[in-house]
């Protein structure tokens, strides 16, 4: 099969993926129709000057931070748990962490409509135990969207965290351990350091998927807490402003190369050190 | 788990609160008798299942959906599967390069390209929404076919293929009968996992939808945002239902875990 031929095998591949992705995706970028690469650098820097675009910039990036750092420090015990225990559940706990995967994003986000909404079970909840009088405004709000990412992205973190904690040798947790290290010490010592890495790439995985999102803005933020995947479809469906929406994508393309850049670099240093 | 790690313990049952519970009360609330999402549900009915099974949009959504779901994933795997063979097993310029940008639509936003299918097909060239959802669609599931098949393929032996060419056999015979059996495993998980997410996409069909043709996600999506009663819990228990076989097949063939999460247990 090693022929000069089989390399022409990639050609339909080639085909389909100029013609069907990448001509489109930089045409629209920088040339709409009837608008000037200059219109989209002009939208590009009063979104960056204005107060109103700077705060929907500004939540996608922070919330992005707010769900990595927690799907993190959930995810990487369960990681951790689940990668150095011995009993049969956890392969179970494993398969329970992953299925939601599968599960479709508006399934998924629907049920915190239910959990926070009105009528929903934590206002019943808080209510029913005299905690508060009136239920309070969960769902429209950023812990809303918090709460939707986290249960979205968690189960890719914990994947990506197992497979770098599987990888750690358990003799390495004994071996400090017998040298007298506490079981406190040996983990944030030997496991965290030496299981990094996948951190990283989880950390990458949540922010890039954190901030293009858009099921769960649209359902639990509403139209109050905007972000720029919900801010981008408004331009491309509602108003029709080409140079807007390209300007927005450019901004959230931008966004992500940047920390998946960033990850390769940070994943290169600590291969080599 | 043992309680010998409390914090690490408490920590991971919260974060499988955070998954599962949800879930719960989307299938608790499906079986209400009442007619809001309020909870505690109001006695035990099956009413909103019948609602849904009896509300057209959604049944042509569904529909429409798989027949998406399907074709995309057998023209990922016959455009992506030669694009493997290409890659490993051909003297392709640059194969690094060929290689990143076959998986580079897994970086890029897919509300931006949808955005870009919806404004330069859609608008520019007046193409109808089907054909351009296919197109979105293939072109998202191409990095799997070639990721999953090439990590296949990596592992099968070339001298397999060498030894049946010098016995006789023609390139075509060769990759049917030798190289085609090796890749199935990869094959199959490929398509499971292309079939998966084509299903469940929303931000790049989002743009691409019309009356003729509306995907289910988005479908549910816009009925959420007018009417607030539980037919959606009901549709999203259905959705959970076929999920749950999905995930049953995949670990009976090739491993749960391997397919999904890219771990070897």
């Not at chain 1, 709460?147 to 358990?170: E, H, K």
Request: net charge positive.
């Amino acid at each position: 099969m090693v022929s000069r031929r089989t390399g022409l095998l990639a050609l339909p591949g080639l085909a389909l993926l100029l013609a069907g992705f990448l001509i489109p995706s930089i045409a629209m970028l920088f040339a709409p129709p009837g608008v000037s690469p200059l219109d989209i650098i002009g939208r590009l820097g009063r979104m960056l000057t204005d107060p109103y675009d700077l705060a929907i910039i500004g939540r996608t990036v922070g919330l992005g931070l707010i769900v990595t750092a927690v799907c993190i420090v959930l995810g990487f015990p369960i990681a951790y748990l689940l990668a150095r225990s011995t009993s049969r559940w956890a392969g179970v706990l494993l398969a329970l962490a992953i299925f939601p995967l599968l599960l479709s994003n508006v399934v998924r986000t629907f049920g915190w409509l239910v959990l926070l909404g009105s009528n929903g079970a934590i206002g019943q909840l808080l209510t029913g135990l005299g905690l508060v009088d009136r239920a309070p405004q969960l769902l429209y709000t950023e812990l809303a969207i918090i709460l939707g990412l986290t249960q979205l992205f968690l189960p890719l973190a914990i994947i990506s965290c197992y497979s770098a904690v599987a990888q750690v040798d358990p003799g390495l947790d004994d071996a400090a351990r017998g040298l007298g290290a506490s079981r406190t010490r040996t983990f944030w010592g030997i496991v965290v350091p030496l299981s990094a890495p996948g951190m990283v790439v989880a950390a990458t995985l949540v922010f890039a998927g954190s901030v293009t999102a858009y099921t769960t803005p649209y359902l639990l933020g509403g139209s109050s807490q905007r972000m720029l995947s919900t801010q981008l479809y408004s331009y491309s469906s509602v108003t029709i402003d080409w140079a807007a929406a390209s300007a927005t994508a450019i901004i959230m393309t931008v966004l992500v190369f940047a920390v998946s850049g960033l990850s390769a670099v940070v994943g290169r240093r600590g291969a080599t050190s | 788990m043992k309680t010998s790690r409390p914090v690490a313990a408490s920590l991971a049952v919260a974060g499988y609160i955070v998954m599962i519970v949800p879930i719960l009360f989307v299938v608790a609330t499906a079986f209400t008798g009442g007619s809001t999402l309020r909870f505690p549900p109001e006695g035990f009915s099956l009413r909103w299942f019948e609602a849904a099974l009896a509300y057209d949009p959604f049944i042509d959504a569904l529909l429409s959906s798989l027949q998406l779901a399907l074709l995309a994933t057998v023209l990922a795997l016959v455009i992506g599967v030669p694009v493997t063979l290409a890659i490993h097993r051909g003297r392709l310029p640059g194969k690094g390069l060929v290689e990143g940008l076959f998986l580079s639509p897994l970086i890029v936003p897919e509300l931006v390209v949808g955005l870009a299918l919806y404004q330069q097909l859609m608008i520019g060239l007046r193409l109808d929404n089907f054909p351009v959802l296919l197109i979105g669609h293939t072109v998202l599931m191409l990095p799997y076919a070639v990721r999953v098949t090439g990590a296949s393929l990596a592992l099968a032996d070339p001298g397999l293929e060498e030894a049946a060419r010098g016995l006789g056999a023609s390139p075509v015979r060769a990759f049917f009968t030798v190289t085609l059996p090796l890749l199935r495993p990869g094959i199959f998980s490929a398509g499971l996992l292309s079939f998966v997410t084509s299903f469940n996409n929303v931000p790049l069909s989002l743009l691409l939808q019309s009356r003729d043709f509306r995907t289910l996600p988005v479908t549910m999506l816009d009925y959420v945002q007018q009417s607030y009663d539980p037919m959606v819990a009901a549709t999203s228990t259905i959705i959970l239902a076929g999920t749950v076989v999905i995930a049953v097949i995949a670990e009976r063939t090739v491993g749960f875990a391997r397919i999904f999460g890219g771990i070897n247990r």
